[in-house]
């Protein structure tokens, strides 16, 4: 049942079931961020776990863009989800809702911000990309050579 009083929802009317609110709660809120931080991790750990195995000397300069994406990525994703992942974790072991005031609000709201900054992250990070945005900020200023023309010779 939809209620159109109310300029916005509070929460999925699935979360009406018991057994979906958990199921909802658990595989898309909680379980996200500690995977996407130990798989990250693990990505870093094989890398270097393949040069030993490999007898090579592990040269981060070449994996230095890849680790960069990765941290920058992991690290956006956590900054986001980590605040409303805890509240959300502490609302499913009993922290009654409303608890927290506005910062319950706020969570919720930066949530989202995931979704429309990783593009910005990916970017950022391609050298190409981050040398034409500092020429495009930076006007440098053009310097104007005043050649002659045409010559004549007698």
């Known amino acids: 049942m939809y209620a159109y009083e109310f300029d ?4 999925p009317c699935y979360y009406n079931d018991g057994n979906l609110a958990l199921y909802d709660t658990i595989v898309n809120s909680i379980l996200p ?9 693990a990505l870093i750990i094989r890398v270097i776990k393949q040069k030993q195995t490999v007898h090579r000397n592990f040269d981060w300069r070449r994996h230095r863009k890849m680790v960069i994406q990765l941290l920058s990525i992991t690290a956006l994703f956590l900054f986001f989800n980590f605040p409303m992942t805890t509240l959300v974790l502490a609302n499913a072991c009993g922290l009654p809702n409303g608890a927290t005031g506005q910062f319950e609000f706020y969570t919720y709201y930066l949530y989202h911000f995931v979704s429309l900054l990783i593009p910005f992250v990916c ?3 391609l050298s190409e ?7 495009m900020i930076i006007f440098q200023t053009m310097i104007n050579v005043i050649t002659p023309g045409n010559v004549l010779f007698r």
Request: net charge positive.
């Open 33 to 41: 961020t500690p995977i996407i931080t130990i798989f990250s991790i």
């Open 129 to 135: 990309v981050r040398k034409k945005i500092k020429q």
């Open 8 to 11: 916005w929802c509070f929460y």
């Open 123 to 125: 970017l950022g990070a």
